[in-house]
């Protein structure tokens, strides 16, 4: 039992962080792939970064070109991006601040340190200028979840923060697939070349996930790469771990309520659909037709959490 | 960095006796700041407000674009108060505040002082403090003032007065636990070697003021602090008071009133709640009874509270005691209902609103500290030896035109105490701000913030005005004592 404001509140500053952390982790895989593109400087790509955002409309509001100075700031410190670095660290803190008397005070204390991290580095605009920066934002993430899992009873409270991080991750991984999709192949590489497979391994690198595919696949290519990534039951970034997860957390939610509640009905559609989806065939309809769809199921089930927990 | 050459410059010095030599009580933190290098003096103030940084407790800098916040400054040099000097404070405090719930009650009821024709009937229906709807009320226990803070000054002649009795739930307390737990971070060697009482049980004692007064037949009932908001000032304490309770910390929209019952809106539906720490003032907590433009409150919930479904505290109407005019009755107010003689001595203070008193404070602006009754946090203040004759002239016109509103008092030469200023320790001026809880007996905590006046000369110790604060040694051991600080 806890106050709706602040089930609200702790579920959004998980999510916050999640996003955060995740967009640091698209710059990252942005970055490998080029390296391994072997692109110079000239030829880099930015613009796939902006696509797989799903904000391409904000940025071409603003923006006139897709160069690594203005793509850096959009998704870092933008603050008319509603989902930059900076906006996302910032909305995680004002909600930790709404919630600070119940989650552990360290876990207030290195999202304050975050966001003030964020602040003293926001003039700066290009990806080497930054690195340890976005190395520090992803780690800020691992050292959230670990004080998180250590620290917080198993209540109501870590059941929404739970849900908030991992529908947010779900989404995100479909995502970051999405980037390299949108990468632009120089002439003479082709689908399942080495190059592409390197790429791929890049791919798994930004998600901590080369090491747990191998021992599954044991070598890279497009199609293992995107099961591994959708549908691994075993894998803790994979988008079926975090939704029978977060299914999980809802339901256990739900186990102390008077009445059934909509939001499990809207969840368990979705996870149903995830565990009837194939590779083959979304690799046929194409990857990104599939994460769009997929985030409008997302939507729907986030706004039934809305009304069955937040609104009353 | 050696204190030899520390200089009082003729004022009462909180650690020292005269130039160059501490209080017996002190002597022992003097040494041990003797041995710490000046470097390594200013490295450990850096790493205490690196720590308080950290810990969130900022505020937003006024018309910074940026979002630039800062801390409220704080000095590592604690100030000592001896086991002497406290054990006669707690008594004074205890006097005062049991006098002054008589009173409120008595105010709001029976109204037998003013009959009786020791406070002046106009002194309490003019104040802006007096709440007519309290008429009538009886809160659960007799008790008004749940939680109080009573700031003190020391003069010259290092007796303690009382400056001010702060009855409407004061703010500050968190800065007193906060600034202790960074102390025994940056000082562990000092604590080890003076006996300081602990301040980290207060969390304990202000939830088992809240449980006793709990409607009756509710042996576990629900407690929660009312915050204005994110955006008040003062939530971090807000925060910081239900973490130590470990209960909720409600905004005004998570409360809900139906049928004279205060309900919170949870997961899981709507919970009754007992009991209310509110950190709202008085006229913004119900808008269908007090301000009707107040966004803050929350409607019906002073039926609730006259029902008895629900405690407050404190109670409404607490301010017409903590008025800075009825202060000067509050001598008589204690000889009145305890037959004794006031043990914390208040400062002379002279009435605006009595004809000869006026005149006597129109005559002599340019010696006097003069201030609104009704404002606090420094504004609304003359500082006369300190102040231009336009503004002498312009606090002579206000007072002329509302003399109920002002009252003055002599320029008191406060205490010092030794704080990190640049390169070297000086001496700044400070007050003393001890907090109070009242359930079961009136327990007042031994420590409390002092704040500090941080430029040189100045008087003023309010954050607002450049203030800054230290953590509070009280020395000795109490009964309270549990290992620990």
Not at chain 1, 50 to 60: L, N, P, R, V
Request: one cysteine or more.
């Amino acid at each position: 039992m806890m106050l709706s404001r602040v089930a609200n509140s702790i579920y959004w500053m998980s999510r916050y962080l999640e996003r955060a952390e995740n967009v640091a982790r698209f710059i990252d895989v942005n970055t490998h792939l080029m390296l391994d593109l072997g692109l110079s400087v000239e030829e880099t790509q930015w613009y796939p970064l902006i696509a797989t955002s799903g904000d391409d409309e904000g940025f071409k509001k603003r923006y006139s070109v897709a160069d690594e100075k203005s793509v850096v700031r959009f998704l870092t410190f933008d603050e008319k991006n509603p989902n930059s670095i900076l906006s996302s660290i910032f909305r995680a803190r004002e909600n930790a601040r709404t919630v600070r008397e119940i989650i552990p005070v360290e876990v207030w204390e290195k999202i304050n340190e975050l966001y003030h991290l964020t602040q003293a580095h926001s003039r700066k605009r290009s990806v080497e200028a930054l690195a340890d920066y976005y190395t520090e934002v992803r780690q800020s993430g691992n050292l959230f979840s670990g004080m998180m899992i250590n620290a917080m009873s198993r209540g109501d409270g870590w059941h929404f923060a739970r849900m908030g991080q991992l529908l947010e991750r779900a989404d995100k991984t479909a995502r970051l697939l999405d980037v390299k999709y949108f990468l632009l192949l120089p002439r003479g590489q082709q689908v399942d070349s080495p190059y592409d497979n390197v790429q791929w391994g890049a791919v798994l690198k930004s998600v901590n996930a080369l090491e747990m595919y191998r021992q599954e696949y044991h070598s890279i290519n497009y199609r293992d790469v995107t099961e591994f990534l959708l549908f691994s039951k075993l894998f803790p970034r994979s988008l079926r771990f975090s939704l029978d997860y977060a299914a999980l957390a809802l339901s256990n939610i739900c186990a102390e309520q008077p009445v059934t509640c909509p939001a499990l009905t809207e969840m368990g559609l979705l996870t149903q659909s995830l565990h009837q989806a194939d590779t083959e065939s979304i690799i046929a309809s194409g990857l990104h037709e599939f994460i769009d769809v997929f985030q409008a199921k997302l939507n729907l089930v986030d706004q039934s959490i809305y009304e069955s927990f937040f609104e009353n | 960095m050696s204190l030899e050459s520390y200089k009082t410059d003729g004022f009462f010095d909180e650690l020292f006796e005269s130039d160059g030599v501490p209080h017996a009580a002190a002597a022992a933190l003097i040494e041990q700041l003797d041995a710490l290098s000046r470097a390594d003096l200013k490295r450990r103030q850096k790493t205490a407000e690196d720590i308080l940084y950290q810990s969130g407790n900022t505020f937003n800098v006024y018309g910074d674009k940026k979002g630039t916040e800062k801390i409220l400054p704080f000095d590592i040099i604690p100030r000592l108060v001896s086991s002497t000097d406290w054990e006669r404070l707690e008594k004074g405090i205890a006097q005062r505040i049991h006098a002054l719930n008589l009173f409120i009650q008595d105010i709001y009821n029976d109204q037998k002082i003013i009959k009786d024709k020791v406070v002046p009937a106009d002194m309490i229906f003019s104040s802006a403090c007096y709440l007519k709807p309290c008429e009538g009320l009886k809160p659960p226990k007799g008790v008004w003032t749940h939680i109080s803070g009573t700031d003190f000054v020391r003069a010259g002649d290092g007796e303690f007065y009382v400056l001010e009795d702060n009855l409407r739930c004061p703010s500050g307390i968190s800065y007193v636990l906060e600034n202790r737990a960074v102390l025994k971070r940056i000082l562990p060697k000092a604590f080890q070697t003076l006996k300081v009482r602990p301040v980290s049980h207060y969390g304990d004692h202000l939830y088992k003021t809240l449980k006793h007064i709990a409607p009756d037949g509710k042996d576990d009932p629900v407690i929660v602090v009312l915050t204005p908001g994110i955006y008040n000032s003062a939530y971090f304490e807000h925060a910081y008071l239900a973490q130590q309770m470990g209960v909720p910390l409600c905004q005004n929209s998570d409360l809900i009133v139906e049928d004279n019952i205060v309900y919170m809106r949870t997961t899981r539906g709507l919970k009754q709640v007992d009991v209310i720490y509110r950190r709202i003032d008085d006229e913004f907590i119900d808008p269908t009874v007090f301000r009707k433009d107040s966004l803050l409150g929350v409607p019906g919930i002073m039926n609730a509270y006259r029902k008895g479904n629900v405690a407050l505290a404190n109670a409404p109407g607490t301010g017409i005691a903590d008025d800075k005019a009825i202060y000067t009755y509050v001598p008589k107010i204690i000889k009145y209902y305890l037959g004794e003689e006031a043990i914390a001595q208040n400062v002379p203070t002279y009435i605006c609103e009595d004809d000869k008193e006026r005149d006597y404070v129109l005559a002599n602006l340019d010696k006097l500290v003069v201030k609104a009754v009704n404002l606090s946090g420094g504004y609304g203040m003359l500082i006369g030896p300190k102040s231009t004759k336009a503004e002498q002239k312009e606090f002579a016109e206000k007072i002329k035109a509302a003399p109920r509103d002002y009252i003055a008092q002599p320029t008191l030469s406060l205490s010092r105490a030794p704080t990190l200023i640049g390169n070297g320790i000086e001496g700044r001026h400070v007050d003393f701000r001890p907090y109070s809880l009242y359930g079961e007996e009136i327990f007042t905590l031994p420590g409390g913030l002092t704040r500090v006046a941080l430029k040189k000369g100045s008087l003023v110790v309010n954050s607002s005005q450049g203030g800054g604060s230290k953590d509070t040694w009280v020395l000795g051991e109490g009964e309270d004592f549990g290992g620990g600080v």
